[in-house]
C-alpha cells in the first residue's frame, strides 16, 4: 500500500474569478478570512527579503535582513503548497505578507495569481504583483520579469517555493498532512520522492508505520480524507489513523 496525502478538512473560504485592481486590494485587506498556511511568521532569507522590498521596485538598495512572513493562499491555491511537485490551477491565488524586523508590523504584500494558459508562458502563466503595507495600492501588477527572476530556482513546484511549509492546521480548520512531510519508522517504510511517486512507498509490513507533529488550535469534529492506493494483491488493507492516543 502507498500513501500520498492525509486531510483533515473543515470548510474553507474560496475565490473563483480573477480579480480586478479593486478586488484584488479587498482580497489583500480581507486576508483574514482565507487560510493561512503558516502558524507563525518565517524569517525570509536577506536575499528574498530584499527582493521583495518596495526599495527593490524603485531600484533602491537598503538592509532588509531579519523580516519575516505569512503565507495566504485561496481555495485552489492550498493544497499544491503542501505537495512538493504540486502544480497549481488557475485562479490559484497566493499572497505574503511581509512584516518589518523590530516592529513586526506589515510592509508591504506580494503575491501570485494564475492566469489562464498562454498569460505568461516564462512564468508557468503567473501574474505577480506587489501591493503597499497598508493594502491601499496596487504597486505593481503583471508579467513581472524581476519577480519571475526570483522563482526560477522552484521549477519541481511550479515556481513557488514550498521550504516555509510543515504539517499545520490552517485557519480555515483544515490540517494538510503530505506523505513528505512524514516521518517513517520501521523496516522499508519511506518517502518516495520522485515526481512519479511522491508517496509513502514500501508499506509492506503491518509494524511500520508514519507520523506527522502538528499542534490544533480549533479543535472539533474533522473527517479524514486519503489519497491511497494498493498494488496488486494489496487490497483490503486495514490502516488505523491515530490523533493523540485516539
Known amino acids: ?52 522590498s518596495i526599495d527593490a521596485v524603485l531600484g533602491k538598495s537598503n538592509d532588509h535582513r531579519g523580516a519575516s512572513s505569512h503565507v495566504y493562499a485561496n481555495e485552489p491555491g492550498v493544497l499544491p503548497l503542501f505537495d512538493p511537485w504540486g502544480k497549481f490551477p488557475e485562479g490559484s491565488l497566493l499572497l505574503k505578507e511581509k512584516l518589518g524586523k ?34 491601499s495600492k496596487i504597486v505593481e501588477r503583471g508579467k513581472l520579469p524581476r519577480c519571475a527572476s526570483c522563482h526560477e530556482d522552484f521549477k519541481k513546484g511550479d515556481l513557488v517555493s514550498k521550504e516555509y511549509i510543515l504539517p499545520a492546521q490552517l485557519t480555515g480548520g483544515r490540517i494538510v498532512l503530505h506523505s513528505s512531510q512524514a516521518k517513517a519508522t520501521g523496516e522499508k517504510l519511506h518517502y518516495e520522492e520522485e515526481e512519479k511517486k511522491n508517496t509513502l512507498g514500501y508499506w509492506t509490513n503491518p509494524g511500520d508505520w508514519a507520523s506527522w507533529a502538528f499542534e490544533v488550535n480549533r479543535p472539533g469534529t474533522y473527517d479524514i480524507h486519503v489519497w491511497q492506493g494498493c498494488g496488486k494483491g494489496s487490497g483490503g488493507s486495514e490502516v488505523a489513523v491515530i490523533t493523540a492516543g485516539q
Open 102 to 135: 523590530e516592529d513586526h508590523k506589515t510592509e508591504l504584500f506580494t503575491g501570485m495569481w494564475k492566469r489562464e494558459a498562454g498569460f505568461f508562458p516564462e512564468a508557468n502563466d503567473w501574474e505577480f504583483f506587489t501591493v503597499d503595507g497598508a493594502a
Open 1 to 52: 500500500m502507498w500513501m500520498r496525502s492525509c486531510l483533515l478538512a473543515l470548510p474553507v473560504v474560496s475565490f473563483a474569478a480573477a480579480p480586478t485592481d479593486a478586488e484584488l486590494l479587498k482580497f489583500v485587506k480581507d486576508r483574514a478570512a482565507l487560510e493561512r498556511v503558516t502558524p507563525k511568521p518565517v524569517e525570509m532569507a536577506p536575499a528574498v527579503s530584499t527582493r521583495c
